[in-house]
């Protein structure tokens, strides 16, 4: 029944290559940086990070995906191109619409309240005034943050890092996408709010063509994913049906 | 759909035997992340413009939040600025004599020259200060520098409410003139808005240019006429740098200002062919700003 599968995502020699500003300083910073200038060198506090080598693959629709490997592996970096945050440095990435990440990690702006970063990740992703209005109560429900006081009105940076990690999931959780890819979300919050968050996921999923999903758990992935991609210093090590990579990666991970 | 397509895949080779490129066409598949057509690009930005707004609001409240003078800080502050020009220009160095209501005049300078000024500035860090945003979630990135000109719009409101109580205050009359406030302003919030999109995608690339921005936004400060008046220069110049100083788009609109707000300033205090000289400027820089910034809407994420 090959003919029959429908195509969501294709990766194609996927290379990925960020910029790090003030990685490192220089002795002598203003004689040295001037020498640099002169010799036209690159300053050395600009590194350049090869985090994806060479990734290609292709999901189906209906599949659900996981993507293990160590930290520092590229996985994030591997979804945020995919979601086309981030340029390729070579090769393509094709999706079936717009891909949205859920990831613990979008940056919101700390020194605005819990509320406002409501509304503004709303707007940001698209959504209507109107409908910001609807659901923003649902999102701080959801979120939990309001169970011990009401945080909502206070600034972000006053939160815990598991607090602002709710409110994150929450906000990007609101709405209904085509391709979806979670990364490490379900690992954060209290019992209570995981629950709340895997059941929500279920009801994206279900929606969702396609769903990716990053993470340390393995429990995790076997409990959702039939496939698992393997990605190991930027390459594909394995990529086939979650029991047997999930079993080679444990192996792996063992010799260490 | 995919009853067509499977009809016509039975002609064609098998999907698993085509490359990645034709596979994705066979199933109208998108490159992630490509940049759209500028009129579309155009249509996206506008649906986010209730994003652009709530931005520049809640930026312009979270600013002084941290002082205990608070929101009243968006009225000292140019209130302040002109005190200290005020103390250099007109008492220490006497620039006042021959300038007609030189607290108006310095006043009005001030505060339109900084508007442009700060747009500039705050446009350099706009992509490059929100690096997480970006990487975090989708929208169209000129929101930023459009959302950091809006927040400068919103405190330049301010100053002007300050300015005009300054004008009336050194007892010039309130006329009809004064209407011609709102093209002017819409005319310098275009053509900012157009500058913070070039230097926006100038600093997400040059982490130097943060750096350099204030010293090259003084000196275009010090040619645009905003402590004294420019036509003592401008009169025993040759004709071409006489032409090239009264063409600056900042001195026109602070001229425009002054003739607006001023019923002191005649018709013939204006430089020659102001009005169509700013339309030409504004529609320039408005709309090379936007398609500079646009051509590299794909990069920004990368730092």
């Not at chain 1, 981030?86 to 990690?105: C, F, K, M, S």
Request: glycine share 10%; charged share 20%.
């Amino acid at each position: 029944m090959a003919e029959t599968r429908v195509p969501t995502v294709i990766a194609d020699g996927l290379h990925i290559v960020y910029r790090v500003h003030g990685s490192a300083a220089g002795r002598g910073p203003a004689p040295s940086a001037l020498g640099r200038l002169l010799r036209r060198r690159r300053s050395p506090a600009v590194r350049e990070v090869h985090a994806v080598k060479g990734v290609s693959f292709t999901a189906y629709r209906g599949e659900a995906i996981g993507l293990i490997g160590s930290n520092g592996s590229g996985k994030s970096t591997l979804l945020r191109a995919v979601a086309g945050l981030l340029p390729p440095h070579e090769g393509r990435v094709y999706t079936d619409g717009q891909p949205a990440l859920l990831g613990v990690n979008a940056a919101l702006m700390n020194d605005l309240t819990g509320e406002r970063n409501v509304v503004l990740g709303c707007l940001a992703m698209g959504m209507r005034p109107r409908e910001v209005r609807e659901c923003a109560d649902d999102i701080v429900d959801f979120s939990g943050i309001d169970e011990r006081g009401d945080f909502s009105s206070l600034p972000m940076r006053t939160y815990s890092s598991g607090m602002a990690a709710r409110l994150r999931f929450a906000i990007a959780a609101a709405k209904t996408h085509d391709v979806l890819m979670i990364d490490e979300a379900l690992a954060t919050g209290d019992a209570g709010f995981r629950r709340r968050s895997q059941e929500r996921v279920r009801e994206l999923r279900e929606q969702a063509g396609t769903v990716f999903l990053v993470s340390h758990s393995l429990g995790t992935i076997r409990e959702t994913c039939e496939r698992t991609i393997w990605l190991e210093a930027g390459v594909i090590r394995m990529d086939g049906p979650t029991d047997e990579v999930a079993g080679a990666y444990e192996e792996f991970a063992r010799g260490r | 759909m995919s009853g067509r397509q499977r009809a016509g895949a039975a002609t064609r080779a098998p999907d698993t035997e085509v490359g990645p490129a034709e596979l994705a066409a066979r199933y109208g598949l998108t490159v992630s992340g490509s940049r759209p057509g500028p009129a579309v690009y155009g249509r996206r930005l506008w649906s986010r413009r209730h994003f652009i707004a709530a931005f520049a609001t809640a930026r312009l409240n979270a600013m002084h939040t941290g002082a205990r003078l608070g929101g009243l800080w968006q009225v000292i502050t140019p209130l302040l600025n002109a005190a200290v020009y005020y103390l250099v220009f007109g008492l220490l160095l006497g620039t006042r004599h021959g300038t007609h209501g030189f607290v108006p005049f310095l006043c009005t300078g001030v505060f339109v020259f900084g508007f442009t000024q700060s747009a500039v500035l705050a446009g350099t860090r706009a992509v490059q200060g929100n690096l997480a945003l970006i990487r975090a979630l989708h929208f169209p990135r000129a929101c930023l520098p459009l959302a950091s000109t809006l927040l400068q719009l919103q405190q330049l409101l301010f100053s002007m409410a300050v300015l005009m109580v300054i004008v009336v205050a050194s007892g010039e009359p309130v006329t009809a003139r004064w209407l011609l406030v709102v093209p002017v302003l819409a005319a310098q919030s275009a053509f900012n808005a157009g500058l913070a999109m070039a230097v926006a995608r100038i600093g997400a690339r040059e982490t130097d240019a943060a750096q350099l921005m204030p010293f090259a936004m003084r000196t275009w400060m010090y040619a645009s006429g905003v402590f004294y008046d420019l036509r003592g220069l401008t009169e025993h110049a040759p004709g071409w740098a006489a032409a090239l100083l009264n063409a600056n788009p900042a001195l026109l609109f602070i001229d425009l200002m002054r003739y607006a707000l001023m019923d002191s300033v005649p018709r013939s205090g204006l430089p020659a062919h102001a009005w169509p000289l700013v339309l030409a400027w504004t529609a320039a820089v408005g709309a090379g700003g936007y398609l500079f910034f646009w051509q590299a809407e794909k990069e920004y994420g990368r730092g």
